[in-house]
């Protein structure tokens, strides 16, 4: 599985868009990019996910460039809600997918 | 869809007891469930892959004899601590695998205390 390096922190006020970005330098062809959050003692929660280009959905963007060696999550107009620990993962979907190794992913403090 | 539940949701047990955990898929089929292990201000660590009908995949470190799952059903997956040491004091979580792209759904966790 492809390693990833995230941001440890990143701070940041309400109204304002977050850009997180993720290395992920030895991304295979097969890997697919995917992004979860998680809040204090809950299980991570899936965002979104991508292969390359742009995706969005109502919660988020994913940008990955055409080398698809690193990846940004983008969260339009933070609210104070959104502070959590952003994964970033990277992995096989059709071989399976089975694990998924987490990195230290990136802390998000919102502001008021 | 796709929720993943766990009981429950937090347990406090004696040094020396055994301790079970039970990870369920609500509304969909899992035949692939995970179990994770996530210390304080840590990242998650995955422990093990739960296949239902056969044995579990134990990460490297991790003891099978200490932390058995049993995956009897498509829709449950439990892990039992046994003999749980205060070291063992952790947030367990579980995750089902489902839909096209095998796309994992987490469970809450559960809090677990060892005194």
């Known amino acids: 599985l492809a390693k990833t390096t995230q941001p440890i922190s990143m701070d940041s006020y309400e109204g304002q868009e977050v850009n997180i970005t993720c290395s992920h330098n030895?991304?295979?062809?097969?890997?697919?990019i995917t992004w979860y959050q998680q809040f204090p003692s809950q299980g991570p929660r899936f965002i979104i996910q991508g292969y390359k280009t742009k995706v969005t959905n109502e919660v988020a963007s994913l940008f990955i460039p055409a080398d698809r060696k690193s990846s940004t999550l983008s969260l339009p107009r933070v609210s104070l809600s959104d502070t959590a620990v952003y994964y970033c993962l990277v992995g096989d979907m059709y071989s399976g997918y089975s694990t998924l190794t987490f990195g230290k992913g990136t802390m998000l403090l919102v502001s008021p | 869809g796709a929720v993943v539940s766990q009981h429950p949701s937090r347990v406090i047990c004696k040094s020396g007891t055994s301790v079970k955990i039970e990870c369920r898929s609500l509304?969909?089929?899992?035949?692939?469930m995970f179990w994770y292990r996530q210390f304080p201000k840590q990242s998650l660590m995955l422990m093990a892959t739960?296949?239902?009908?056969?044995?579990?995949?134990?990460e490297q470190g991790v003891e099978k004899d200490k932390f058995l799952i049993n995956h009897a059903s498509l829709t449950l997956s439990t892990l039992t601590v046994t003999s749980a040491h205060p070291e063992d004091s952790s947030f367990y979580i579980c995750s089902a695998m489902s839909g096209p792209y095998n796309e994992q759904f987490f469970g809450p966790g559960t809090r677990l205390t060892v005194l």
């Open positions: 030895n991304i295979a062809t097969n890997d697919y």
């Open positions: 739960s296949n239902e009908g056969s044995k579990a995949t134990y």
């Open positions: 509304d969909f089929q899992a035949t692939t």
